[in-house]
């Protein structure tokens, strides 16, 4: 049996409010857990204490081979119980294939009118010195 460290989410509409449980990967989301470690309540403010982590029995899950959850990993990480590998994605900020599309075209347009600027320059200065 595959087991997770998730969240399952509770509280009422727009008002979320989460419980940190380890429950088998088959079942659903808010539906049939093994067990309770925690919670998260979102609407807090950040400076408050908003997640609350039995660790002891996180420890002991995770022993027995429960898997973390990307969110729940980062509270186990700030709370010393887990390690979060660093992320590197260079690529995230840059503009989508269109808008490199758009951008290049408009560099292209540039060098075009600036090359057009040039040679009308030389042009009057080649007249001027044939004369």
Known sequence: MALK???????SKKRPYYHVVVADVRSPRDGRFIERLGMWNPMLPKDAQRVELNEERVKHWLDQ????????????????????????????????KKAQERIDEQKA????????AAAAEEAPAEEAAAE
Do not use: C, H, S
């Not at 460290?5 to 509280?11: D, Q, T, V």
């Not at 729940?72 to 992320?87: N, Q, S, T």
């Open 5 to 11: 460290i998730r969240l399952a989410r509770g509280g």
């Open 109 to 116: 347009k540039a060098e075009e009118a600036a090359a057009a």
């Open 65 to 96: 081979g429960a898997k973390p959850t990307d969110r729940v990993l980062r509270f186990l990480d700030e709370a010393g119980l887990a390690k979060r590998p660093a992320r590197n994605n260079p690529n995230k900020a840059l503009p989508g």
